[in-house]
């Protein structure tokens, strides 16, 4: 029995883990759940599967679960400490990483550095910390799994070789020319870029294809998302500029596609349901049952594709710059984006202004590095200070 740990318990990713979960009983055990503060939830989950340790990453949430569950099988971890020992500990061998951002990180960190298996779903954590995250794993032996529909596409059609160094693959040897990013290219695909600075949250996570958490949703509506991806495929993949292309796709059956230098492109397809990546991560190699139903070829009446426009996605366009900036341009990137888009969510600042302070935090503080996690989380912390700062002024003048 596998024991699996589901950090996030309560979100989108946390969800149809759960749902695997519930198809493969047999091979699985929950051993830990956390999630931040939606504390009836937990409750519930806790009690529905009688898992062992939980926890809550805010304090008095934790004390609410905590008094909630004094009856029950579940012992509630006191602080992030105790979190973190259970999580490196002997009731864990794997983790599935699906906190949103970069809170997400250390926890993640903790999984990465016990050598436990990572289902990684949470792609801010390896955005912020890069090569340091990967570097982490291979000292450990920790086997890092993509979640992220298009990385797990990726690695399906990667030859063996690649898949077994994660990380450090040499997509050279192994005869690739290029890895092909898809992506649907959000609600906004035809929207008239002028239409941009009246768009609305609940236009924004109305994402057409999938299914998602607030702040992915925002960035899918933004192709921030993308860029982050751009950026999780350079640290996963080990990819140099001319090894990596996004394209638009946006009927999201094509996941993402693998070229060789004889011409040959594999694809993985599917329908857009995170339930396929998650069951083939959870016991890979071994393909187990998802739930989700076949994907039925007469239903599709076609497969269009396009280049990004960086005009309408800027950025996107950010992102891949950042990529080849620096490890400090993505921690201060991936930074400002999530003190943006919150503050959009929470009608504070327009749609495009998204893309405007994300742009002035990263040229602000152009020549920072991080190598060091220390450093890592010093620079986010700058960078949500400053971004939080042109949040106020992009309101005063509002
Ligand atoms: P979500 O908002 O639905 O869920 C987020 C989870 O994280 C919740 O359980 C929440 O309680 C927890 N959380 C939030 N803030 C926290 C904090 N400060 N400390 C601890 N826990 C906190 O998000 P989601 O859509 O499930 O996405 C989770 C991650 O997976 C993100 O990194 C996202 O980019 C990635 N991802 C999601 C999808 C998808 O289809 N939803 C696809 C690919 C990748
Ligand atoms: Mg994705």
């Excluded at 050598?115 to 982490?136: I, P, R, T, W, Y």
């Excluded at 990004?308 to 990137?333: N, S, V, W």
Aim: aromatic content about 6%; proline content about 5%.
């Amino acid at each position: 029995m596998k024991k699996l740990a589901i950090l996030g318990a309560t979100g989108s990713i946390g969800s149809s883990t759960l749902a695997v979960y519930a198809e493969n009983i047999e091979t699985m055990s929950l051993t830990l759940l956390s999630a931040w503060r939606n504390v009836d939830k937990m409750v519930e989950l806790c009690r529905l599967h009688q898992v062992p340790f939980a926890f809550m990453s805010c304090p008095s949430a934790n004390t609410q679960l905590k008094q909630q569950l004094q009856q029950d099988v579940t012992q509630v971890l006191v602080d992030q400490a105790e979190f973190e020992a259970c999580i490196a500990g002997v009731e864990v061998d794997a983790v599935m990483a699906a906190i949103v951002g970069a809170a997400g990180l250390a926890p993640t960190l903790a999984a990465v550095n016990a050598g436990k298996q990572v289902f990684l779903a949470n792609k801010e954590a390896l955005v912020m910390s890069g090569a340091l995250f990967m570097d982490a794993a291979q000292r450990s032996g920790a086997q890092v799994l993509p979640v992220d529909s298009e990385h797990n596409a990726i690695f399906q059609c990667l030859p063996p070789e690649c898949q077994g160094a994660i990380g450090h693959c040499n997509l050279k040897q192994s005869g690739i020319s290029q890895l092909i990013l898809t992506g649907s290219g959000g609600p906004f695909l035809t929207t008239p870029v002028s239409e941009f600075k009246h768009l609305t949250p609940a236009q924004a996570v109305n994402h057409p294809n999938w299914s998602m958490g607030p702040k992915i949703s925002v960035d899918s509506a933004t192709m921030m998302n993308k860029g982050l991806e751009y950026i999780e495929a350079k640290r996963l993949f080990n990819t140099e500029k001319s090894d990596i292309q996004v394209l638009i796709h946006p009927q999201s059956v094509i996941h993402s596609m693998v070229q060789y230098i004889d011409g040959s492109v594999l694809a993985q397809m599917g329908l857009p349901d995170m339930r396929t990546p998650i069951a083939h991560v959870m016991q890979y190699p071994e393909r187990i049952q998802s739930g989700v139903a076949p994907l039925d070829f007469t239903q599709i009446s076609q497969l269009t594709f396009a280049a990004p426009d960086f005009e309408r996605y800027p950025c996107l366009k950010l992102a891949i710059e950042a990529c080849y900036a620096g490890q400090g341009a993505t921690t201060l990137l991936n930074a400002a984006n999530e003190i943006a888009v919150e503050a959009f969510l929470q009608h504070k600042i327009r749609f495009d202004q998204i893309a405007s302070i994300s742009a002035d935090v990263l040229s602000m503080f152009a020549n920072s590095q991080a190598s060091s996690i220390e450093e890592v989380m010093a620079l986010d912390g700058l960078a949500r200070n400053k971004a939080l700062s042109l949040v106020a002024t992009r309101v005063r003048q509002a």
